[in-house]
């Protein structure tokens, strides 16, 4: 997560992280956006915000006065949207930084 992210992309980033490890699998409900929150010490109207944006890219379904629930290929479709952020925005910074400091893919594998 980078520091300078609102934290509302950043609580959504820790359950987009559970989502893609299995601690939140297909099916499975979410914490209540109150019990979210207080986990994380953030505001109540914070963690909606986070939440809001998994309705809107379809990753959760919402049950009226239940809850929310991981949708069907949740974790697909974000390990995809994460493997095309690192490639696209993260990657080019660290192979710089490699080709800066001479560094070798196979370097990396060894341990060096």
């Known amino acids: ?12 980033d820790l359950i987009a992280a559970a989502i893609i490890d299995g601690t939140y699998p297909e099916g499975a409900m979410l914490p209540s956006v109150r019990a979210f929150a207080a986990e994380q010490g953030a505001n109540p109207l914070t963690v909606a915000k986070a939440y809001q944006l998994f ?14 629930y991981v949708a069907k290929g949740a974790a697909e479709q ?10 696209t925005k993260e990657w080019p910074a660290i192979a710089a930084r ?5 560094l070798e893919p196979a370097d990396l594998l060894a341990g060096v």
Not at 1 to 12: A, D, E, G, I
Not at 56 to 66: A, K, N
Not at 98 to 102: H, I, P, Q, V
């Open 1 to 12: 997560m980078k520091q300078s992210q609102p934290v509302y992309l950043k609580l959504r």
């Open 55 to 68: 309705q809107l890219e379809g990753l959760v379904e919402v049950q009226r006065g239940v809850g929310m």
């Open 78 to 87: 974000l390990r995809l949207a994460e493997r095309k952020t690192f490639v």
């Open 98 to 102: 490699m080709r800066m400091l001479g």
